[in-house]
C-alpha cells in the first residue's frame, strides 16, 4: 500500500517543495525531489501581489455557510423522502435526482439572468444560495435520504411515546443519529465549494471579492505568463482546509458512504 500510494502523493509532494524553488528549478528536467536553495519568499508574494488574505477568508466563509445549509436542508428533505408517507413521494424524488443529470453549464446563462436582475452581480450571494437551493444540494439530499431509510422505526415510536412531534423526533432522534452521512455530506459539499469555479468567474468582478480558484490565477508576470512558485505556494495554502475538514471527519465519512446503499 505504501508503493501505491506514491503516485498519488508525490504530486502534492513535489507542489508543497516546489512552492520553494526558483522558477528555473521548477523546470529543471528531471525534477529535484527537494529545492535546492528552499525559500518563502513566494508565500510573501503570494500576500503581496494581491489581497490573498480577503481571497481566502471569502472561500472559506462561503464553504462553511454553504456546507451548513446544504447539512440543514438536505437532512430535511431526506428524512421527508424517508420518513413521511405522501401522494407522488417516489415521483418528486426521481425529480429531484433529475438534478444530477443537468450539467451546471446548462443552467448557468439563465441563472446569471435571473442574478443580474436582482442586482447581486460581484456578490457572494448567488454562490450561496445557489448552492444550497439548487442542483448541488440534491446529491446530498439521496445520501440523507438512503441513511434515513435505515432507521429502525421503533426509534420514531418511542419519540412518540414520549410526545415528541415529527420535528422533534427529526431534531432530536433521527439528526442526532445521522452523523455519518452528514459527515459524507460536509466533505462533498465543502470541497465541491471551495473549489468552485465557473460560478465565481460569471458572478464575481472585483479582485477583493474573487474565490481562491479565481485568485490562483491572477499571478502572472508582466507578459502573461505564469508565477510559478508563486502559484504553488498559494496552492499549497488553499489544500489546507480541505486536508483538515476531512482528516476531522474522515471516519464519519467512510461509515456514512457505507450506510447509505443499504435500503433503497
Not at 508503493?3 to 521548477?26: D, H, Q, R
Not at 510573501?44 to 480577503?54: E, G, H, K, R
Not at 448557468?108 to 442574478?115: A, D, E, K, Q, Y
Not at 429502525?152 to 431534531?171: Q, T
Amino acid at each position: 500500500m505504501a508503493v501505491l500510494s506514491v503516485p498519488f502523493l508525490f504530486p502534492t509532494w513535489w507542489m508543497a517543495t516546489s512552492s520553494m524553488k526558483t522558477t528555473s528549478e521548477i523546470l529543471r528536467v528531471p525534477p529535484t525531489v527537494w529545492p535546492a536553495a528552499p525559500s518563502l519568499e513566494p508565500y510573501v508574494q503570494v500576500f503581496a501581489l494581491q489581497p490573498f488574505a480577503q481571497q481566502y477568508w471569502n472561500s472559506l466563509y462561503i464553504a462553511a455557510v454553504v456546507t451548513i445549509g446544504t447539512i440543514l436542508v438536505a437532512s430535511l428533505a431526506g428524512y421527508a423522502f424517508a420518513r413521511i408517507q405522501f401522494p407522488g413521494a417516489n415521483l418528486l424524488f426521481i425529480l429531484v435526482l433529475v438534478g444530477l443529470l443537468i450539467p451546471t453549464e446548462v443552467t448557468i446563462v439563465p441563472l446569471f439572468r435571473m442574478v443580474n436582475s436582482l442586482g447581486l452581480i460581484d456578490t457572494h450571494w448567488p454562490l450561496v444560495v445557489i448552492p444550497i437551493l439548487g442542483a448541488p444540494s440534491v446529491l446530498a439530499t439521496f445520501i440523507m435520504r438512503q441513511f434515513f431509510l435505515g432507521l429502525p422505526h421503533e426509534l420514531e415510536e418511542a419519540g412518540r411515546m414520549d410526545g415528541l412531534s415529527r420535528w422533534g423526533i427529526f431534531w432530536r432522534i433521527a439528526f442526532p443519529l445521522a452523523r455519518p452521512a452528514i459527515a459524507a455530506v460536509a466533505i462533498f459539499t465543502f470541497l465541491k465549494s471551495w473549489n468552485m469555479y465557473l460560478e465565481p468567474i460569471v458572478y464575481l468582478s472585483s479582485r477583493e471579492n474573487f474565490t481562491l480558484p479565481q485568485a490562483l490565477t491572477q499571478y502572472v508576470d508582466a507578459y502573461g505568463g505564469p508565477i510559478w512558485n508563486v502559484q504553488l505556494a498559494a496552492t499549497t495554502l488553499t489544500v489546507i482546509p480541505v486536508l483538515v475538514v476531512f482528516v476531522v471527519a474522515q471516519r464519519h465519512f467512510i461509515q456514512g458512504l457505507a450506510q447509505t446503499g443499504l435500503k433503497g
